[in-house]
C-alpha cells in the first residue's frame, strides 16, 4: 500500500540569515583616525601645557593642608614606664589600657580641624571581609534569620539562657568596629570634640535606619556583636539620635577602605568653644587615649591624625605630582617627535612622486 504524501504547505523554513539592517550587515558609519604628525604632536604639547599647572595648584592646596600625625601604636601604660599598651591588651584581651602623649603643634591650624584615626596593614577590601554584613538589618528591617554573608558572626549564644541569638549588627565588618577612645587636651583643658557630622549624609539618609518605635525594644531578642563591649542603642548614652543602626562611627566603619592604610574621619573640633574658634592654637598638647583595639596580631599600626581641610580636601600630594609627571612626560614626548618629524620626514613634493619603484629608504 503506497504512503500518504505528507502535507508541508505553508511550513517554511527559518532563514538563519541576518536581517538587512545596518547594523547586523555592518553597514554602519564609522571614522578611524589617521594618525599624523599634525595630530598627534598638537595634543602632546596641549596635554603638557594644560597638565602642569593644574598640577602645580593641586600641590599647592595640598601644601596649605595643616596635619600633625602621631603613631600610638606602641604607647606606654600610664604609670608603667616598661610596658605597652599594645603588650598589655595582648595579654589581657577585652580590657582597656589607657596611655598619653604630649606633643607640640609648630603653627595654628587654621580653619576647621578634624581628628582622624589611622590603620596600616588592614586589608578592609578582603573579599569576604567587604560582603559580611547584612543590608537589610542596617535598614531596619530585621529578622531572626540574618544573612548569610554573616556567618560566622551571625549568631551569638545568650550569657544567661544559652539560647542562640542572632546578632545585630552581624558581620565581620562590624564585630571589627574601631573602638579606643582618643581625647585632646591643650594647656590642661579638655579640647571639645563632636562625634556628629563625621559621616556621609547619603549613608546616613539612605542607607542606614533605626527600626520603628523603641530601638532597645526592637534589639531586645537580638545579641551584641561579639568584639563590641556596648550593645547597639548604648553606643552613644549622650546623644540618643546618635545611637543604633545610625551611629556615626559604626556608619564610617562600615564604609569599608580600598587601601591596607587608610585613615577615617573620628571627630570634629567643636570651634563654637573659647580659644577654639579659629582652630587650633600653636602649643602644648595632651593626647589622651583608652586602648582596646589590638593590631599586634596583624603588624599592623595606628595612628592619630589632627588635620585641616582645603578646596579639594584634605592633604593629598599625589594627584598634584601625578598630574605634573604626566604634563612633563607628554611635553618631552612631544618635543623629542617633533624633532624627528623635522629631521627625518619627507617634504610634500617627495610624497607625491613616490612610485612602485621608487626604492625604500
Not at 547597639?232 to 562600615?254: A, R, S, T
Not at 570651634?271 to 583608652?290: A, T
Request: aromatic share 12%; charged share 20%; net charge neutral.
Amino acid at each position: 500500500m503506497a504512503s500518504q504524501p505528507v502535507e508541508t504547505q505553508g511550513l517554511q523554513q527559518k532563514s538563519k540569515r541576518p536581517s538587512d539592517s545596518a547594523f547586523k550587515q555592518q553597514r554602519l558609519p564609522a571614522w578611524q583616525p589617521v594618525l599624523t604628525a599634525g595630530t598627534v604632536l598638537p595634543t602632546f604639547f596641549i596635554i603638557g601645557i594644560l597638565f602642569i599647572p593644574v598640577g602645580v595648584a593641586l600641590l599647592y592646596f595640598s601644601d596649605e593642608v595643616s596635619e600633625h600625625v602621631i603613631d600610638y601604636t606602641d604607647c606606654l601604660k600610664v604609670g608603667q614606664n616598661n610596658v605597652t599598651c599594645s603588650y598589655y591588651i595582648e595579654q589581657n584581651p577585652s580590657s582597656t589600657c589607657q596611655c598619653e602623649i604630649t606633643f607640640t603643634l609648630d603653627k595654628d591650624f587654621v580653619g576647621n580641624v578634624y581628628m582622624y584615626y589611622g590603620l596600616s596593614n588592614y586589608y578592609q577590601n578582603h573579599r569576604r571581609y567587604v560582603k559580611s554584613r547584612d543590608d537589610d538589618q542596617l535598614l531596619g528591617r530585621l529578622s531572626q534569620t540574618p544573612s548569610t554573608d554573616c556567618v560566622p558572626f551571625a549568631y551569638e549564644d545568650d550569657p544567661i539562657t544559652g539560647v542562640q541569638m542572632p546578632i545585630a549588627p552581624c558581620g565581620a565588618i562590624a564585630n571589627s568596629l574601631f573602638n579606643d577612645t582618643l581625647s585632646l587636651e591643650y594647656n590642661n583643658k579638655s579640647v571639645q570634640l563632636l562625634n556628629t557630622g563625621i559621616a556621609w549624609p547619603s549613608d546616613k539618609q539612605v542607607k542606614f535606619r533605626n527600626p520603628q518605635g523603641s530601638l532597645e525594644a526592637a534589639l531586645e531578642k537580638f545579641a551584641k556583636p561579639k568584639f563590641w563591649s556596648k550593645p547597639l542603642w548604648k553606643l552613644d548614652p549622650e546623644n540618643p539620635d546618635n545611637n543604633g543602626f545610625q551611629n556615626e562611627d559604626l556608619i564610617v566603619w562600615m564604609r569599608t577602605a580600598a587601601l591596607p592604610s587608610f585613615r577615617k574621619l573620628y571627630r570634629r573640633i567643636d570651634h563654637s568653644k573659647p580659644n577654639f574658634e579659629n582652630g587650633l592654637k600653636s602649643g602644648p598638647y595632651k593626647l589622651i587615649i583608652d586602648y582596646r583595639y589590638p593590631v599586634s596580631a596583624f603588624d599592623g599600626s595606628k595612628k592619630m591624625i589632627l588635620s585641616t581641610t582645603s578646596l579639594l580636601g584634605g592633604k593629598n600630594p599625589f594627584l598634584g605630582i601625578a598630574y605634573i609627571v604626566v604634563g612633563c612626560i607628554c611635553l618631552i614626548l612631544g618635543i623629542a617627535l617633533l624633532i624627528i618629524h623635522i629631521k627625518c620626514s619627507k617634504s610634500n613634493s617627495e610624497m607625491i612622486n613616490v612610485n612602485p619603484r621608487t626604492p625604500y629608504s
